[in-house]
């Protein structure tokens, strides 16, 4: 039986980020940021990219390898069984749901920002609301699923302004990837169109793809 092409690409592109989002987070790496001196993982980027290209599938998949390379980066900082039941376990399943929830936000986004921007800068003040949005309901997330299995957890005020940093380079990578993409591999995969998407910046006739 042949598997329709809106599943399995999805499966493959979230499998393929999320390895990526588990090499960032299990090694612990960390790019130092010149404008704020300040350092900050790039995990989130495959992730995001997976949620509004692959939708649900590129979300699950990603998430979930995502979550073994915290859990990979948790194990080597030498926790005890007992630390890892009781804190990381939780930490990890609380986290999936926060992403889970998020991600699904952005695959939204973009969907109807794919199908209905015009123009180039009208695309770029929407995915600028798309991952202001995502960052800000992720750690809304995290702050109270994880805030359920981790009391220490901090509130949301501090958790948003540690993740400032993150933000802003993610907006930056993720920005120059999508306009750095040929047309065809922005359009999202993971459903099928049934009204051609309009082409920003460019007149277009009916039955052709649009493109950012």
């Known amino acids: ?20 989002s588990f ?30 290209l692959g939708g649900p599938l590129g979300i699950f998949v990603a998430s979930l390898i995502h979550e073994l390379g915290i859990a990979m ?10 630390q890892m039941s009781s804190t990381v376990v939780p930490f990890a399943i609380a986290d999936f749901a926060a992403h889970i929830l998020a991600l ?13 921007t015009k123009k180039i800068y009208t695309f770029l003040a929407g995915w600028i609301f798309i991952v202001a949005v995502y960052y800000t309901l992720l750690v809304l ?7 359920m299995v981790i009391p220490a957890t901090p509130p949301f005020s501090v958790l948003f302004q540690d993740f400032l940093p993150e ?3 993610t907006l930056f990578i993720t920005t ?8 065809r591999y922005r359009k999202p995969l993971w459903y099928e169109f049934t009204i051609s998407p309009i082409q920003i910046g460019d007149s277009q006739s009916p039955g052709k793809e649009g493109a950012l």
């Open 167 to 169: 933000f802003q380079m």
């Open 73 to 82: 980066y948790v194990y080597k900082s030498q926790f005890s069984p007992d």
């Open 1 to 20: 039986m042949r598997v329709k092409k809106t599943i399995w690409r999805p499966i493959v592109l979230g499998s393929i980020l999320g390895l990526l």
């Open 104 to 116: 699904l936000t952005a695959a939204g986004g973009y969907r109807f920002l794919y199908q209905r």
């Open 23 to 52: 090499v960032s987070s299990a090694g612990g790496f960390l790019i130092h940021l010149g404008f704020s001196g300040e350092a900050t993982g790039p995990q989130e980027i495959p992730l995001i990219i997976s949620a509004i």
């Open 176 to 183: 120059l990837i999508l306009l750095a993409l040929p047309r």
């Open 141 to 147: 997330f995290q702050s109270l699923l994880v805030g």
